[in-house]
């Protein structure tokens, strides 16, 4: 008898490279190049503080760049220089160009440091994608 719990299936990390419009379900390993903040609104002075914060952050590998969106207590961790593993991670289409994100079905963890180096002259966003419709007769 097996002492691992059933269900369990340990995590397959993807490379930024790798990373296609509209697939879901990434585990990546990535290091914070840089973060701006996009959008903070709400009021921080209730009983329930009803904040929203949205930050773009370049976020990379050995491989290549991508922006990832990060949400409300995202943004604190996503600090320049930072190594972070986003789980569950999906892509989103913003403006015809990908963006990484991690819902409410995902984590995003800070991690011990890596040895790695971005590959900064390959950045997903960059690349424009256009919607296609394929007619199935």
């Known amino acids: 008898m097996s002492d691992s719990k059933p269900g369990l299936r340990k995590p397959v ?6 990373l296609r419009p509209g697939t879901s379900g990434h585990t ?3 290091k914070v190049v840089n973060a701006k903040m996009v959008m903070q609104k709400g009021r921080s002075d209730g009983p329930q503080s009803r904040q929203m ?3 773009e952050c370049l ?4 491989t290549g760049m ?4 990060a949400r409300n207590e995202q943004v604190d961790l996503m600090k320049e220089g930072a190594i972070v593993i986003l789980r569950n991670a999906k892509i989103d289409m913003f403006k015809g160009s990908m963006r990484l994100a991690v819902d409410k079905w995902g984590r995003v963890e800070v ?3 890596a040895s790695f180096t971005v590959k900064e ?3 997903l966003s960059l690349i424009e994608y256009e919607l296609v419709n394929v007619v199935v007769e």
């Open 13 to 18: 990390f993807t490379k930024v490279d790798q």
């Open 28 to 30: 990546l390993t990535v």
């Open 53 to 55: 914060r949205i930050a």
């Open 59 to 62: 976020v990379g590998d050995e």
């Open 66 to 69: 991508i922006i990832f969106t």
């Open 111 to 113: 991690t011990e440091p």
């Open 121 to 123: 002259d390959n950045n």
